[in-house]
């Protein structure tokens, strides 16, 4: 009896750890998953610019689209502007780039983050690549497909940030004339989601910013 009790119970603790180990493994490869999603394919040596954002900056092919090999992808998906301030010691500090393209602002307002609020923290941002030595360049926040009221509230962020640029010297690219038409974003590059942007939409994005390279002498 003792020992039909032992293989009963052996046989629990063997099915228990095959389950363990399988899911662990499952666990390890979706992780791993993720983390490929979240970061560049590849990472230039000599970086001279760097793109600073959420996952609209994140899903773009920065080197592909703007031919040269010193762009690094500095977008991180979710992440709020606050929470973008975090990441310039790991992404702008190290590399000491040239330029700093700065994109954000859309996570904020989903999350109901006030106009004023996002505008801060933008500030605070651009200054901040500006102190570590790197020139900040504001790319203006896109529209939300059908949302007019959203929009009109990123109409008046761009606007503010229009300003502050102008009094700080950084430099402005606005992508509108390139991705949007009558206040709201062109069919043909925003996805179905309304928010992010198919692959159509990265080369006018960088059409819109080669001026501002060609200024640093790049």
Known sequence: MNRILFLI????????????LFNIHTFMEDKNKVKDAQEPMETPTNIEIVMLGNSITHAGEWQKVLNRDDVLNG???????????????????PNNPKLCFF????????????TQRIYDNICINLDSIRKVGTNPVYTTTLYQKGNTYRNRQIDSLNAKMKEFCKEKGYDFVDLRPFLCKNGDILDQYVKD?????????????AKAIQPTIKKYGL
Not at 76 to 88: A, D, E, F, R, Y
């Open 9 to 20: 119970i052996s046989l629990i603790i063997n099915v228990i750890l095959i389950f363990y």
């Open 193 to 205: 989601d309304n928010t992010h942007l198919r692959p159509e939409a990265y080369p006018q994005w």
């Open 103 to 114: 994109k954000g602002g859309i996570n904020d307002y989903t999350l109901g983050i006030s």
């Open 75 to 93: 977008g991180k998906p979710g992440w709020t502007t606050q929470q973008l301030s975090w990441v310039i010691k790991d992404f702008v500090i």
